[in-house]
């Protein structure tokens, strides 16, 4: 089988560590292979080779006929193309579709503007709405193009249209959350939006693998409280940021600024090297890629709240803006931004961290999808206290500006439908709960905080306390802790 179209161009110019969504052949019979990460071969049958076949321009136009757009592949194509020859191809064919694209995604790209003059014709969309999410189109007079991308040349990501996205895309989310929360009794609903918040905080921080003090989880609560409060030209400004980064690490890590140096996640273990998982945006990249994830927030309004959501927070942990608190921010971001489209309704919290929580492999495959990109492309050294420098920030830039985020999307999806369909077992969770206080308040009045330690370590033990936990309530005779052991079990039996 020959290569041919995105395929061919990989081989052309030695992007082998480039990986591609969807790869093309020529042969004698055509097929299509799916991966089990999503991904495409297929293969055309010969006649369908470009013609001149060793012209690059030739298999970029068959890559955007059959292989679709792959902004950050093509940016590094088109790096290594001279302008004229570009110009040139373009004039061949002026008002052809793909003449019109490659021109418009050549500047869009690469920032640079080609020695011609404009196209005529009618406008082609950038993005087949078909087959990837757009945005309110904005007509490009000089290519004659309906520019329908999500973002802009500073951030553009795009998101395809698998089936698992056209299924979330037709899901009513806010019906479902309003639904569950609507027959929560109004008694009841501050308190378990109280439980909401606390639950999503502590869960946030164990994704982590830190359990936080009272001081941090409710700092970390105040914030999810103010989610969606701050217009959307405030929400990702550097102040904004930082004052949610300063209010919830602990304040000898808070800063003033995005960081200054370079960093990475990783993991330690003894005796062996740092195990380095990913190498973070550069420094010096950070101010226009955070400019430029601000700058299309108010583009990404037009499209779905949890595409929004999604691009948002996986944007900025990719980004890693700071030493500390990424992760926590990005989850917050999450909330914020469904707060803000009113999806979740202003003053709630989907447990979207507890949802990860009980799925970690899926939430790093997720990242992984990204990182792995990323540092097939990275080069780096270390030096004997163990600072990093990524040694060739431009080849890997395209990818943090140029991002396919459709599995992160597929991902948020998976994870609200899950933390939705959770929703009624944690509000029935609380229900019982109450019953449960007021059933052992009738076999002995503990104090509020003996009796909340009481049901804390009867849910640990099943609905009995342990021997060992027994030592903690001295005060109770045995009949005492049986008949506690009793009402525990009839505040959470089922209703009949």
Request: glycine share 4%; aromatic share 14%.
């Given at each position: 089988?020959?290569?041919?179209?995105?395929?061919?161009?990989?081989?052309?110019?030695?992007?082998?560590?480039?990986?591609?969504?969807?790869?093309?052949?020529?042969?004698?019979?055509?097929?299509?292979?799916?991966q089990k990460d999503g991904r495409k071969t297929e293969t055309y049958l010969r006649q369908y080779a470009p013609k001149p076949f060793d012209d690059p321009l030739a298999h970029i136009e068959f890559g955007l006929k059959y292989d679709g757009v792959e902004l950050a592949f093509l940016r590094e194509v088109f790096g290594r193309l001279v302008p004229e020859n570009v110009t040139a191809y373009i004039k061949q064919s002026p008002t052809g579709k793909y003449a019109k694209q490659i021109g418009?995604?050549?500047?869009?790209?690469?920032?640079?503007?080609?020695p011609m003059g404009g196209l005529a014709?009618?406008?082609?969309?950038?993005l087949n709405p078909e087959d990837y999410l757009t945005a309110l189109k904005v007509k490009n007079p000089r290519w004659r193009v309906d520019h329908n991308l999500l973002g802009t040349t500073a951030f553009s990501p795009t998101v395809r249209l698998t089936e698992k996205i056209k299924a979330g895309l037709n899901r009513d989310w806010k019906g479902q959350i309003s639904a569950v929360l609507a027959d929560t009794p109004s008694s009841l609903l501050y308190r378990a939006l109280t439980y909401l918040y606390a639950k999503e905080t502590r869960s946030s921080f164990l994704i982590e693998r830190e359990e936080p003090v009272r001081a941090r989880e409710e700092r970390f609560i105040a914030v999810l409280r103010d989610a969606g409060k701050v217009p959307i030209e405030q929400a990702l400004t550097l102040e904004r940021l930082v004052y949610l980064q300063n209010t919830i690490v602990d304040p000898r890590y808070a800063e003033k600024a995005y960081r200054q140096i370079q960093n990475y996640v990783g993991s330690t273990l003894p005796g062996v090297s740092e195990q380095i998982h990913y190498i973070t945006v550069p420094p010096s990249l950070l101010p226009s890629l955070m400019s430029g994830l601000a700058g299309v927030a108010s583009r990404l309004e037009t499209v779905s709240p949890v595409v929004q959501a999604a691009v948002t927070g996986f944007q900025f942990v990719f980004i890693h803006p700071f030493d500390d608190g990424n992760g926590r921010l990005h989850r917050f971001l999450f909330q914020d931004v469904l707060a803000r489209r009113g999806v979740i309704p202003m003053g709630a919290a989907l447990p979207i961290s507890a949802a990860i929580l009980d799925n970690m492999h899926a939430y790093d495959e997720a990242l992984e999808d990204f990182s792995l990109r990323t540092m097939d492309k990275s080069v780096y050294i270390t030096n004997d206290s163990g600072a990093v420098t990524l040694t060739n920030p431009a080849e890997v830039e395209p990818l943090w500006r140029f991002p396919d985020l459709t599995r992160q999307v597929e991902y948020l999806m998976s994870v609200m439908s899950r933390a939705i369909d959770a929703l009624p077992k944690e509000l029935d969770y609380l229900r019982r709960y109450d019953r449960a206080r007021a059933e052992i308040r009738g076999v002995v009045d503990l104090p509020d905080q003996r009796l909340n330690s009481l049901i804390k370590w009867l849910d640990a033990g099943g609905g009995k306390l342990s021997?060992?936990?027994?030592?903690?309530?001295?005060?109770?005779?045995d009949e005492e802790i049986a008949g506690t052991e009793q009402a525990y079990a009839e505040g959470f039996a089922h209703d009949s």
């Open positions: 089988m020959n290569p041919v179209g995105n395929t061919w161009l990989r081989q052309k110019f030695s992007l082998l560590k480039s990986r591609l969504e969807h790869e093309s052949y020529l042969s004698s019979r055509a097929s299509v292979t799916h418009f995604f050549y500047e869009f790209l690469t920032g640079t503007e080609l014709g009618n406008y082609v969309p950038a021997k060992n936990k027994r030592k903690q309530f001295a005060e109770l005779t």
